[in-house]
């Protein structure tokens, strides 16, 4: 009797021992991880007008509202650097979250030339930037020009870096602008997110051929973080389960057993539209370093990537990437829409900001 009770004490205490030895270890380790991370050796020599230097007091707020995940991702931050992410910006966007309270960043990866698109969504869904009582941002990522884009490479280069001075929000990297290379420019997302605006609450991933009701997404947004018995990181989308490799080499999609063996993906949010937590961004970005890439970012970032980080994913039908009528109605208790074209999001837009619209 005596003896057990003894014994059972024991294994309690080396039970708590544990514990807090563990937790400790991770804190500090993923500590060091995001110091080593701000210290990579990105050329911070454009004109950078955000302090670069890292901010201590958001990263504690970090660990104070996540402890618990980052506790639990141990494992996964423990695997060495398998993919790096070391491509030198180009151009900065001067774009910050430095010092201020920010709710939503949106990202649009867009390919280097469409000009006309970042115009578009300035104008449309992504003008919620503008108005600073939304505490919002946008930025557009883009890589480096094709190298078949031969003479007209530095024109082309030039008028990019004069679209950047005038609106001070594109972020280009050193790889090579292509469909094939769309994983690298999610990871691109995550990293800025993760360096410069690690502090905000929410993220915002969209393509540029959706319409998005960003006010509505928020308002969702605020509604799942106000649940607390949800995880603090997440993410929310149009849940893809079950979904299985194409293993025809014609197709757009074909993805031979070498690049994946399995038969099955992992679940995972369409790549059209996807919002998280700033907790899962910099958890999706950190892991990401630690798994090898993989071509369909969507099923790379919130797939592999989220099913090793243990990041929640919620299904919410208010998002489609469908396309869904061309009016304010179709977008007004809806969250997105997928293959506008620039006319039709021009169009959904003043439907949507008309005051007497009546659906
Ligand atoms: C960092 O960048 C500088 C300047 O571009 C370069 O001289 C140096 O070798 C780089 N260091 C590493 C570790 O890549
Ligand atoms: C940085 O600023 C300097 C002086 O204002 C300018 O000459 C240069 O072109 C700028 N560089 C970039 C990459 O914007
Ligand atoms: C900015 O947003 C606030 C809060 O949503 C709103 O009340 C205000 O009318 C907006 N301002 C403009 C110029 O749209
Ligand atoms: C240069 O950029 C402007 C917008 O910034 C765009 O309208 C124009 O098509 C671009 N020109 C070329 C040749 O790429
Ligand atoms: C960024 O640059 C643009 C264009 O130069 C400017 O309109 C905007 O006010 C700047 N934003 C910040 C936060 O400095
Ligand atoms: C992707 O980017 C890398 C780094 O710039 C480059 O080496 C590679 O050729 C690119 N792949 C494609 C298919 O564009
Ligand atoms: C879409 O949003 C509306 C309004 O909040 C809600 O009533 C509806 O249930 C949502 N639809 C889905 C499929 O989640
Ligand atoms: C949301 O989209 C669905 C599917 O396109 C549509 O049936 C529904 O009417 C839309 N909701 C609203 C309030 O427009």
Known sequence: MVK???IKI?????FVLLNVTLFMQSKHFVLEVLLAQTA???SLSTNVTQDTSIDHSSLDRMFDQSNSVVTNEKPSLRKPIVN???????????????NEEV????????????YEGRSVIRKTWGSYA????????????IGNLPPESGKSAAFTQRNITEESLQYGDILQEDYVDSYRNLSIKSVSILQWVNMFCSTTKFVLKADDDMYINIPFLVNVLHEYSSDKSRPKAYVIGSLQVNAHPNRDSNSKWYTPTSMFPGNTYPNYMSGTAYAMTGIAASLLYQTSLRVPIFWLEDIYITGLCAKTASVQLYDNGNFSYG???VSGCSFKSNISGHRYTHQEILQIHK???DPNLKC
């Open 323 to 325: 396309k869904r009528a």
């Open 40 to 42: 990579t050796n990105k």
């Open 10 to 14: 024991a294994l309690g205490a080396v």
């Open 84 to 98: 790096p992410h070391d491509f030198k910006y180009l151009i900065q966007p001067n774009v910050t979250c430095a």
């Open 351 to 353: 439907d949507l900001c």
């Open 4 to 6: 057990s009770t003894w």
């Open 130 to 141: 503008y108005n600073t009582s939304n505490k919002a941002r946008l930025v557009f990522f």
């Open 103 to 114: 709710t939503l960043v949106i990202c649009v990866p867009i390919a280097y030339n469409n």
